[in-house]
Nanobody
Framework: QVQLVESGGGSVQAGGSLRLSCAAS????????MGWFRQAPGKEREGVAA??????????FYSDSVKGRFTISQDNAKNTLYLQMNSLKPEDTAMYYC??????????????????WGQGTQVTVSS
Protein backbone atom coordinates (compact mmCIF):
# COMPACT_ATOMS: atom_id res chain seq x y z
CA GLN A 1 0.00 0.00 0.00
CA VAL A 2 1.42 3.33 -1.07
CA GLN A 3 1.75 5.87 1.72
CA LEU A 4 2.55 9.55 1.24
CA VAL A 5 3.29 11.97 4.07
CA GLU A 6 3.75 15.68 3.38
CA SER A 7 5.61 18.19 5.53
CA GLY A 8 7.13 21.64 5.28
CA GLY A 9 4.08 23.83 5.05
CA GLY A 10 3.72 26.99 7.05
CA SER A 11 3.13 30.73 6.96
CA VAL A 12 5.35 33.09 5.01
CA GLN A 13 5.20 36.62 3.70
CA ALA A 14 4.85 37.34 0.01
CA GLY A 15 8.17 36.98 -1.76
CA GLY A 16 9.35 34.32 0.64
CA SER A 17 10.18 30.67 0.11
CA LEU A 18 9.14 27.28 1.44
CA ARG A 19 10.18 23.74 0.64
CA LEU A 20 7.61 20.98 0.86
CA SER A 21 8.59 17.36 1.32
CA CYS A 22 6.66 14.17 0.63
CA ALA A 23 7.98 10.93 2.12
CA ALA A 24 6.80 7.96 0.08
CA SER A 25 6.70 4.28 0.88
CA UNK A 26 5.04 1.05 -0.19
CA UNK A 27 5.47 1.13 -3.97
CA UNK A 28 7.56 -1.23 -6.06
CA UNK A 29 6.99 -0.16 -9.67
CA UNK A 30 9.91 1.35 -11.54
CA UNK A 31 7.87 3.88 -13.47
CA UNK A 32 5.48 6.21 -11.76
CA UNK A 33 4.42 9.80 -11.60
CA MET A 34 4.49 11.96 -8.52
CA GLY A 35 2.90 15.32 -8.28
CA TRP A 36 2.03 18.28 -6.12
CA PHE A 37 -1.48 19.61 -6.10
CA ARG A 38 -3.18 22.36 -4.16
CA GLN A 39 -6.68 23.30 -3.14
CA ALA A 40 -7.77 26.66 -1.83
CA PRO A 41 -11.07 27.10 0.06
CA GLY A 42 -13.99 27.08 -2.34
CA LYS A 43 -11.85 26.08 -5.30
CA GLU A 44 -11.15 22.85 -7.12
CA ARG A 45 -7.96 20.94 -6.59
CA GLU A 46 -5.38 21.91 -9.20
CA GLY A 47 -2.08 20.51 -10.37
CA VAL A 48 1.03 22.47 -9.53
CA ALA A 49 3.94 20.29 -10.61
CA ALA A 50 4.63 16.67 -11.51
CA UNK A 51 7.61 14.48 -12.25
CA UNK A 52 8.13 11.10 -13.85
CA UNK A 53 10.59 8.79 -12.16
CA UNK A 54 14.02 8.58 -13.73
CA UNK A 55 13.14 5.28 -15.41
CA UNK A 56 10.37 7.19 -17.13
CA UNK A 57 12.66 9.92 -18.34
CA UNK A 58 12.67 12.28 -15.41
CA UNK A 59 10.42 14.78 -17.16
CA UNK A 60 8.83 17.56 -15.15
CA PHE A 61 5.58 19.41 -15.64
CA TYR A 62 4.45 22.74 -14.20
CA SER A 63 1.29 24.77 -14.23
CA ASP A 64 1.61 28.18 -15.84
CA SER A 65 0.88 29.87 -12.52
CA VAL A 66 4.01 28.49 -10.85
CA LYS A 67 6.40 28.04 -13.77
CA GLY A 68 9.69 29.76 -13.02
CA ARG A 69 8.92 30.02 -9.29
CA PHE A 70 8.45 26.41 -8.16
CA THR A 71 10.77 23.45 -8.70
CA ILE A 72 9.83 19.80 -8.26
CA SER A 73 12.52 17.24 -7.54
CA GLN A 74 12.97 13.85 -5.97
CA ASP A 75 15.61 12.02 -3.97
CA ASN A 76 15.29 8.37 -4.92
CA ALA A 77 17.65 7.26 -2.15
CA LYS A 78 15.36 8.85 0.43
CA ASN A 79 12.09 8.07 -1.41
CA THR A 80 11.21 11.72 -0.99
CA LEU A 81 9.58 14.23 -3.30
CA TYR A 82 10.22 17.94 -2.90
CA LEU A 83 8.62 21.17 -4.01
CA GLN A 84 10.79 24.25 -3.70
CA MET A 85 8.55 27.30 -3.77
CA ASN A 86 10.13 30.70 -4.31
CA SER A 87 8.67 34.17 -4.81
CA LEU A 88 5.50 33.09 -3.09
CA LYS A 89 2.33 35.08 -3.66
CA PRO A 90 -0.84 35.35 -1.57
CA GLU A 91 -2.68 33.42 -4.31
CA ASP A 92 -0.40 30.45 -3.60
CA THR A 93 -2.21 30.03 -0.27
CA ALA A 94 -3.77 26.56 -0.22
CA MET A 95 -3.58 23.06 1.17
CA TYR A 96 -0.84 21.29 -0.77
CA TYR A 97 -1.08 17.57 -1.48
CA CYS A 98 1.39 15.01 -2.73
CA UNK A 99 0.10 12.30 -5.08
CA UNK A 100 1.45 9.25 -6.90
CA UNK A 101 0.35 6.97 -9.70
CA UNK A 102 1.91 4.05 -11.57
CA UNK A 103 2.52 3.56 -15.24
CA UNK A 104 1.71 6.20 -17.82
CA UNK A 105 -0.91 8.89 -17.46
CA UNK A 106 -1.92 11.36 -20.16
CA UNK A 107 -2.36 14.35 -17.89
CA UNK A 108 0.28 14.55 -15.15
CA UNK A 109 -1.26 17.73 -13.72
CA UNK A 110 -4.82 16.40 -13.63
CA UNK A 111 -5.81 15.33 -10.10
CA UNK A 112 -8.19 12.61 -11.32
CA UNK A 113 -5.25 10.72 -12.85
CA UNK A 114 -3.86 9.90 -9.41
CA UNK A 115 -5.07 7.26 -6.96
CA UNK A 116 -2.61 7.73 -4.09
CA TRP A 117 -2.74 10.88 -1.97
CA GLY A 118 -1.19 12.29 1.15
CA GLN A 119 -3.08 14.16 3.85
CA GLY A 120 -1.83 17.58 2.82
CA THR A 121 0.15 20.43 4.33
CA GLN A 122 -1.08 24.00 4.62
CA VAL A 123 0.74 26.88 2.96
CA THR A 124 -0.31 30.43 3.85
CA VAL A 125 1.22 33.46 2.15
CA SER A 126 0.46 36.88 3.57
CA SER A 127 0.75 40.15 1.69
Amino acid sequence: QVQLVESGGGSVQAGGSLRLSCAASGYTYSRYYMGWFRQAPGKEREGVAAIVTSSGGGSTFYSDSVKGRFTISQDNAKNTLYLQMNSLKPEDTAMYYCAAEYGWIPGPLHPHEYNYWGQGTQVTVSS
